[in-house]
Structures are given as structure tokens and as C-alpha cells.
């Protein structure tokens, strides 16, 4: 085999860089101000969790906080070209079994998660649980539609695991033809698009699609610098302005899927920004930072917390007292949770093997 000359190398390499089934150049594996953004997202949601359980579905706004689900599946879609993509060569068949992998554990643990619910949710008297055996129009409801109720407490728990694991799955898949054809994604994603237009067309809609289209929006973000997305933040105005046109169309309109959209990246932008200015120093952005590395644990932790809450609190009857005790409670025992399995997996090699195992 000849020796490449060092020009000849150089050109070698820059042809394979413009390949997307090459390697890509090396890239930070861990971006603090994203872990920010997640945990800020984590917390924001025991605020949502906390309004289902303690207020109820009736709440008038419920659309100001719509962006929460699919700003998880963005980020998801994110981490999938930033994350995946740095790490593995899209020619690796690693990469794609590995998302295929961990988008199929996502949906045994929303399963096995909704299967425990049944048996605890009885005990605890917060509700009736979900039929042991549900019916076709609820696994459809569940598995396709994605048209749950507000919060989605009366059919299932964790729905936010099903578009998830889907998007992984769907991404792993792609990254075959992805080898040969970069702009796989692009196409794909001006399909679901399209999909999306038609289904608002016919007066139909579909929370699962919607969401997997949002995350796929996400991996097409994250083929961007990292540097031109911070560029970007620094908008302060526009952002604003943005935002508070975005602000008076969800009060009028409520939340179609192109103001889903443009919530979803508004709402990304700002904590992101927060994120960056902050940096990793004090105790407050260290919390939060953790929160984001523990996102998925963080939610379904919060959500088992809020369980027990619930029902503690309903047979203690507080009145009144018992919003605030129980909103800072869930606050700060989620924020616990993080910081004991952070703990444990640092102390005791079976629980981190045992956390990988589950959500890695």
C-alpha cells in the first residue's frame, strides 16, 4: 500500500470529512449549557406534573407549557447527529444497533413502568389505574395516535417514552441509507412535514407524529456548529420579540403544531442562553446541570414522587397548605433522587452498571 504524501493525506481526510458515513471531527461529548437547558426542562415539569396531580386537567394554561414534551424529543433529535454522529462513523453498524437498542429499552421501560402503575396506583388511592388489558382503541390511543388527554394520566403514565423510542428507532433505521445520501434526513423530514400538513387539512391530528417530527427537527439542528448555534442566543431582542408574538398567538389560537414548532425552539433558545451565560459555577447551576444529565430519571423520579404526594396529602387534607409544601416537596425530592443514584453509581460499580443497563 503506497504512502500518502502530507497533502495527499490532507485531501484524503477532507474528502472523507464531507462523507457522512465517515468519521467526523472530534466534538465535546458533553455541552454543559445543554445539560442546563434539560434541567431546566426536568424542573419546569414537576411544575406540570405537580398541576395534573394537585390542581387537575382543568387548568386554563395548560398551552403555555405545551412546549415541554417536545422540547425533550428535540433535544433527543439533537443528541442523535451532535452526539451519535461524533462518536460513532455512520458506517459503524454500532451506531444505528445502538439507537435501534435504546429505543427499544425506552419502550420496555414505559411497559414495565405502566405495568408497576397498575398495581401501585390502587394501593395508593390516587385513581383508578389503567385496564390490566386495554382495550385496542387505547393501544392505539397510546402506540399511534398519541392523543392522550391533557397530561395523560387517565389512560397511561410516562407517554413522553413512546415518540421518544420511536425517533431513536426511526433515526437507527435511517442511518443506513444516511451512509451514502446525507440529506436522508432532510427528505425525511419535509415527509413527515407533509404528513403533518395533511393531517391539519382533513381536521385530524397526531401527537406522536407531530413529536417525531419535532425530534427529527432536532437531529437536522444538530448537524450545526455548535458555534453557529451559539451565535444565534445572542439575539436578545429578536428572541424577544419573537416571543412575545409567540406568547399572543398561543392566547388566541391556543397551539397548532407550526406554533408547537416555533415554541419549542423559542422557549430551547431562551433557557439555552441562560445556560451558556451561567456556566457551570455556583450550587444552583451544578443542580441543574446534574438534573439535565439525569433528565429521563428525573422525569419518570418526579413523577413516582408526585404519585406518593398525591395520596399522602389528599388523606392528610391540608387545605391550602398543602399546595405550596407539596409543590416545594416534589421540587426538592426530585432534585434528591438525581443526587443519591449520582451518588451510588460513583460509590458502587453494580448500580452503575445497573443504571447503564436501564438508560444508557
Known sequence: MPIETQPQLKQTVARRLDRPGTVSPPRSQRIPALDFTKGVLVLIMVLYHWINYFIGLQWKYY???????????????????HVYLSKYSAVDPRLWKRLVTRGSKLMAVFVILNLARNLVVPLLGTGSAAQSLPSLENLFTIFVSGNLPVGGAKIVTFPILVPISYLLMISGVLMVPFRRY???????????????????????????????TIGTMGVLSGFTPITKLNSVIHRTYLIAFAYTCYLTAITIWKVPFPLLVIGVVLNLMIIYAVGVGGGEKGVVNYEVILLGKYSLLGYISQVAI?????????????GFASLPVSFTAAFVLTIVSVELVDRARTRFASIDQLYKAVFA
Open 63 to 81: 398551552p403555555y407549557l405545551r412546549f415541554l414534551t417536545p422540547s425533550f424529543i428535540f433535544i433527543t433529535g439533537f443528541m442523535i447527529s
Open 182 to 212: 446525507k440529506y436522508t434526513f432532510h427528505i425525511v423530514c419535509l415527509l413527515l412535514l407533509l404528513s403533518n400538513a395533511i393531517q391539519t387539512a382533513f381536521g385530524t391530528r397526531s401527537y406522536n407524529l407531530e413529536f417525531i
Open 306 to 318: 408526585l404519585q406518593v404526594l398525591s395520596a399522602s396529602f389528599h388523606r392528610l387534607d391540608l
